[in-house]
């Protein structure tokens, strides 16, 4: 059974930073490619950040320069550190797993506000 666990998320600052993590089982992470993407109230769900199964990165326009997509093949964990967050990055978060062939999986989503 394919899980993944969202975890990190929270209530911060404009121009603070949060850490968000995505543990992974019942898959074959070293192959997939992970993912994370963000839905805000009203909005449709948006790539955020992706890396591949060798380590290359792609990044939204609206997060460059700010977030940092990072895995961890012996914790099969993928993270999103996001710094100098915005108002705007306010949404629930969902990290994604994407084999080479088939379809993807989801996690449950973390919600992350910014906010004063």
């Known amino acids: 059974q394919v899980q993944l666990v969202e975890s990190g998320g929270g209530l911060v600052q404009p121009g603070g930073s949060l850490r968000l993590s995505c543990a992974a089982s019942g898959i074959m992470f070293s192959v997939y490619a992970m993912a994370w993407h963000r839905q805000a109230p009203g909005k449709q769900r948006e790539m955020v950040a992706t890396?591949?199964?060798?380590?290359?990165?792609n990044y939204a326009d609206a997060v460059k320069g700010r977030f940092t997509i990072s895995r961890d093949g012996a914790k099969n964990t993928v993270y999103l550190q996001m710094n100098s967050l915005k108002s705007e990055d306010t949404a629930v978060y969902y990290c994604n797993a994407r084999p080479p062939l088939g379809s993807s999986f989801w996690g449950q989503g973390t919600q992350v506000t910014v906010s004063s």
């Open positions: 890396i591949t199964s060798g380590g290359r990165t």
